[in-house]
């Protein structure tokens, strides 16, 4: 499985990561476990999505990302008070970035970061705080 997820070494904050090459089928299974894991949440939490080791991320797996938070706005917006994102390409972060500074998605704050360390930093340290 090219997906993982990380609930206890930096808890309460929750660390997704990717390694190596991935298939829609992967993305689509580890959207339907983050949605499941988002509905068990009592009250916002912070996520890590660490994209540093991905391979194979494609247009295709974007609009599968996209489409997935276009469904689950509102479970976003509810369940997630912060998430940083881990990219190790400068293009990247500063497309997405860009990206978010022109379609911001209400409900929670969004970083992109070059590591997981820089990731949980902020989140531990300057996101808003669950009880925001």
């Not at 991935?22 to 009250?43: G, M």
Request: aromatic share 14%; net charge neutral.
């Amino acid at each position: 499985m090219p997906y993982g997820f990380d609930d206890e070494s930096h808890a309460p904050i929750l660390v997704l990561w990717w390694s190596g090459s991935t298939s829609r089928e992967d993305v689509t299974a580890c959207l339907d476990e983050l949605t499941k894991r988002f509905e068990a949440w009592d009250a916002p939490g912070r996520i890590v999505f660490d994209f540093a080791e991905v391979g194979d991320f494609n247009a295709d797996m974007r609009r599968l990302l996209a489409s997935w938070r276009a469904r689950n706005r509102r479970l976003l917006q509810d369940r997630v008070s912060a998430a940083g994102y881990v990219f190790t390409s400068r293009l990247s972060r500063g497309y997405l970035t860009a990206v978010d500074w022109l379609k911001p998605t209400p409900g929670f704050a969004r970083r992109f970061f070059s590591t997981r360390a820089e990731a949980l930093a902020w989140l531990e340290s300057e996101a808003p705080s669950p009880a925001a």
